[in-house]
């Protein structure tokens, strides 16, 4: 069965710092995909960045950089320089690449607070 | 280009009604997936419709369900409502079904059952 863990409830980080949300993941499939959502108060997802099983390099866009340790099955994001925006709930996600469809599943959160 | 929107986006019910929610994908988009989000349970796959066809399905009752029309636009149903049904109920809409198809995801719609 697949899992995702995210251990940390919530995190403090200071503006223009960068801060690191954890994710581990457990599957036994060999092509899968990772992603990362950021959640604000509206309730929409909204989608940060994706990591394939199969790729070579971590994934990047903009301030968000996905650490990708495959052996460890860890999926961890990195935000550089911390604005009073990036304040929101964040979800780390997984699902199987190899079959038809979505199912996604999503970790519990991570509700991060961005201080000025 | 217009994101996906959902309807209502507040719903109040009471126990035992039933309550259909509907979901307008991007245009072009023939997926819609649904998601329920609670505080105990997180977020969960309720079911994926692809070309008006249900491709996934997650773990919940029979009391969910739901169809995709020609145009893409989706609804799901809960009938026989619980307390427990409370939730945000989102959908995401993709182009294609899976793979590394990205999901564009809806404002919600919170429903309340008292």
């Known amino acids: 069965a697949q899992k995702i863990t995210q251990t940390q409830p919530g995190m403090f980080v200071q503006e223009k710092e960068a801060v690191t949300l954890d994710c581990t993941y457990d599957?036994?499939?060999?092509?899968?995909?990772l992603f990362w959502y950021k959640q604000p108060s509206s309730g929409e997802m909204i989608f940060l960045i994706y990591?394939?099983?199969?790729?070579?390099q971590n994934a990047t866009e903009g301030r968000y950089s996905l650490n990708f340790q495959k052996a460890r099955k860890s999926a961890n994001l990195v935000i550089s320089a911390s604005q009073l925006g990036d304040s929101a709930m964040y979800f780390c996600?997984?699902?199987?690449?190899?079959?038809?469809?979505?199912?996604?599943?999503f970790g519990a959160g991570t509700r991060l607070f961005v201080k000025a | 280009k217009a994101g996906v929107t959902q309807t209502p986006r507040y719903l109040i019910k009471t126990r035992g009604q039933q309550v259909t929610l509907s979901c307008s994908p991007i245009s072009g988009h023939r997926s819609v997936s649904w998601y329920q989000q609670t505080p105990g349970q997180g977020l969960q796959f309720l079911f994926e419709y692809f070309s008006e066809t249900q491709r996934n399905k997650g773990n919940f009752p029979g009391r969910f369900s739901g169809r995709q029309f020609s145009n893409s636009r989706s609804e799901m149903n809960v009938s026989t409502l619980e307390l427990g049904d409370s939730a945000l109920y989102l959908c995401?809409?993709?182009?294609?079904?899976?793979?590394?198809?990205?999901?564009?995801f809806g404002p919600g719609t919170r429903l309340t059952v008292t």
């Open positions: 990591q394939g099983s199969y790729d070579q």
């Open positions: 599957t036994s499939d060999p092509s899968y995909g």
């Open positions: 995401a809409s993709s182009r294609t079904s899976g793979g590394i198809s990205e999901q564009y």
């Open positions: 996600a997984m699902r199987r690449l190899n079959t038809g469809g979505f199912k996604t599943i």
